[in-house]
């Protein structure tokens, strides 16, 4: 692919610089992506329609592609505007992550089952598996992660980019496992421009988080200039998610300059944006290094920082005694996916060994190694376990 500067494109479709930078950062250029501190646009990509004209408001559709989190902009920046699932989906991460976790299930669980869009509804069943994890151990994390994994076994625009999302949860999972090493995600695939940022947040974590001797600062510096960036063009999710991940690595490392820039620059964004949930699921595992930060601001927000933190401490220590890595961690294979669907569907192991060109038996013995990893023992159970993730 083609792609010429920013100065370029202006002078192309007759409209100035600054435009076009909110253009590609709202991720309206197709295939547009920041190299550095520039903007690089395809050469042939068409000019986005003007949002306030009648055509581009007529252009919005329940598929319209935004990735993945619309906090980090006000509502009223986006176009064409957002659909009132995406109204809905925005209002929700907004909740959670200023700690408003019931308030958010309420909103994520309507939205994991009944959006039109695939997009919302894969936004939505991601962060029901992070309250599952987090908050609400009596949310089934099986459902919504199952669910997730079938609908990106289908073919659709921008699916590359939504995978982001299983890998993302792999991470969280990893928590209480070693960091997969599949968070390493293909760097030739040419990423929707608002999806670059958490491509490149997973791309950090390359390391043994258990193993100081691999920790490299070198390594880091880019990911440190990646951070100002993504405050920069108004990505505070991404940002602090970046700032705490540098900061749980320089303390593997024992590096206590950096150690304290980036918690500082973490709950400082916290603060400013009222993104308190990454700061408090942090805080239980670095408590002395945060307590030497959290002085520094209002009693109040620090105390609703550590409340938060027990919770979730508490609801993720639950998680990881009752989730064991072969029924929730390690997910089914495609195939498997299709062997799901036709018991969900009621088809016989004759009718199932039909379609895929196999016998019976093979049929039964992989059902078998199906009911293996999900902890079941039985086609019923299975059907009972999945319909739900499938929107049966």
Known sequence: MEFISVKE????????????????????????KIVGRNWLIPKNAPKPLDGRTKKAKEEQTAHFFRFPLYINFPEDSFVPPLSPEEVRLRQAQVDLFACEFQKAKTAFEELAENAGSIYVKLCAQFFMCVLS????????????????????????????????????????????GRIPEKLNTDPAYE??????????????IN???????????????????????????????????LHLLLFIYHYSANNKESIQYHLRQAVRLAYEHGLLFRVADAEAYYTDAFNEVLVEYPEAFADRIRQTSDIIFERFSCFAEKNTKTSVYAKLS???????????????????AGICGVSERTVANRYNKIYEKLGVKSKPE???????????
């Open 9 to 32: 494109a202006a002078r192309l479709w007759g409209i100035d610089t600054s435009r076009i930078g909110r253009l590609a950062r709202s991720g309206r250029i197709e295939g547009a």
């Open 382 to 392: 299975l059907v009972e376990k999945m319909s739900l993730a499938f929107g049966r």
């Open 334 to 352: 495609k195939s498997d996916y299709r062997y799901v669907f036709y018991a969900i569907e009621s088809f016989t192991n004759k009718k199932i």
């Open 207 to 241: 390391y043994d988080g258990n193993n100081s001797e691999t920790t490299n600062t070198k390594c880091t510096e880019p990911f440190d200039t990646l951070c100002r960036l993504m405050e920069r063009d108004g990505y505070y999710v991404e940002a602090q998610e």
């Open 191 to 204: 990423y929707h421009s608002s999806a670059w940022y958490m491509n490149a947040l997973l791309s950090a």
């Open 133 to 176: 994890v987090e908050y609400d151990n009596h949310i089934s994390w099986e459902t919504y992660y199952f669910g997730m994994n079938h609908l990106l076994s289908g073919d659709f625009p921008h699916k590359k980019e939504m995978e982001l999302f299983l890998t993302w949860l792999d991470f969280i999972i990893g928590q209480f």
